[in-house]
């Protein structure tokens, strides 16, 4: 799934706060200057801003994770381990830009990975053989077929959202301007895959794929041949997250949760 900054979300302060606050403080939406987007993590949902990285807890209700706050522009999950990008926070001692970091105990501690002070990646997404990020820098596509530690250049990022597969090394899916292209070789070559619809987001769960499309959630089970709508939520749908145990649903001003593969879905 893409990193976006959430329209609805991105709530503007007249003074954005100096420090974040403390751990156990149950934030509101507009008490960060921007929600970049959300992420599923576990049973849990992850929301990163400029002023950490938070927990989400309930309706326009969040709680930042312990550790070292910094901005966190990109966000990438695979299994237990947390990567992400950004810029350093007023009492952290990460680079700027920080490059390539990652957390295995949920956010607690940060280890360097790689490009440290030369990238701030602005999209993150991480499969089982694949890593795709994009330089705000340069606006270039990187990607790494070895956990982040080595990086190639792909040229200028024409994608706003990439769903990497855990099925093959170099396969994955992509939009470009709402319209599906498929990859089998990292994006040296893409296929486009014929759609009505144009799509605002995709994500892939093992054999799965789901989109958004305006109000609605669909799902693909044969490789994007046909799809099926499972869900239609009250406002337009600008970002999915989704992992094995929870779907969530960034629409209008609300995230919405569903905990039985898209079945049913509150707020």
């Not at 090394?169 to 144009?198: N, P, W």
Request: aromatic share 10%; glycine share 12%; net charge positive.
């Amino acid at each position: 799934m893409k990193k976006v900054i959430i329209g609805a979300l991105a709530l503007l302060l007249a003074c954005i706060m100096a420090l974040a606050p403390a751990v156990g403080f149950a934030a509101s939406y507009d008490s960060v200057s921007h929600i970049h987007g959300v992420k599923v993590f576990g049973k849990e949902i992850l929301m990163p801003t400029h002023e950490g990285l938070y927990r989400y807890r309930a309706a326009n209700s969040m709680q930042i994770l312990p550790g070292p706050i910094f901005d966190v522009m990109g966000l990438g999950i695979y299994g237990t381990t947390l990567y992400a990008s950004g810029h350093p926070g007023e009492k952290s001692k990460f680079a700027q830009p920080i490059g390539l970091i990652s957390s295995s105990d949920g956010g607690k501690s940060w280890k360097q990975i790689s490009l440290k002070g030369q990238v701030d990646f602005h999209m993150l997404e991480v499969s089982k053989f694949d890593m795709y990020g994009m330089d705000s820098g340069s606006g270039q596509l990187m990607h790494s077929g070895d956990r982040g530690k080595s990086w190639k250049r792909l040229g200028a990022n024409k994608y706003s959202d990439i769903a990497p597969l855990d099925t093959k090394k170099g396969a994955a899916y992509a939009l470009l301007e709402g319209s599906l292209v498929q990859t089998g070789d990292g994006f040296a070559t893409t296929v486009a895959i014929k759609s009505r619809m144009k799509w605002g987001s995709i994500e892939a769960v093992g054999p799965r794929i789901y989109g958004a499309f305006a109000k609605d959630i669909y799902r693909s089970i044969d490789g994007a041949k046909s799809w099926k709508k499972i869900a239609t939520l009250p406002d337009e749908i600008s970002s999915i997250s989704v992992n094995s145990e929870i779907f969530a649903a960034v629409a209008g001003g609300a995230i919405f949760i569903s905990r039985d593969g898209g079945k049913s879905f509150t707020s």
